[in-house]
């Protein structure tokens, strides 16, 4: 499974970005996919995920509402949303995918997750 995120740059606070992550290898749809973030010397830590059907989207509580994830079936990837961005959200965003048949899965941790992008670079200038 090879990942390819793209989208990222430099954006003002209060802008918007999208950032697409384009998948190729996946041995069939039953992938639920993810995007995780690392800001300069912090842990990697978790954005949101999303099911194989698109069914089902899970969030960290504090970007949810500013943060949308939703599935790009034209590149078998995913796409996020993000809205009113803020000088925090200043961090190398990486997707991530596993094969599973549960909709429900709720990947939220790093390593539910065994297949992973190089990142894309997202800067929020204040």
């Known amino acids: 499974v090879q990942l390819v995120e793209s989208g990222g740059g430099l954006v003002q606070a209060g802008g918007s970005r999208r950032l697409s992550c384009a998948a190729s290898g996946l041995t069939d749809n039953y992938y639920a996919m993810g995007w995780f973030r690392q800001a300069p010397g912090k842990a990697r830590e978790f954005v949101a995920s999303?099911?194989?059907?698109?069914?089902?989207?899970y969030y960290t509580d504090s970007l949810k509402g500013r943060f949308t994830i939703t599935r790009d079936d034209g590149k078998n990837g995913i796409l996020l949303h993000m809205n009113n961005l803020e000088s925090e959200d200043t961090a190398v965003y990486y997707c991530a995918a596993q094969r599973t048949w549960y909709s429900n899965s709720n990947f939220r941790r790093a390593n539910d997750f065994g297949s992973w992008g190089q990142g894309t670079q997202v800067t929020v200038s204040s």
């Open positions: 999303i099911s194989w059907n698109g069914l089902n989207t």
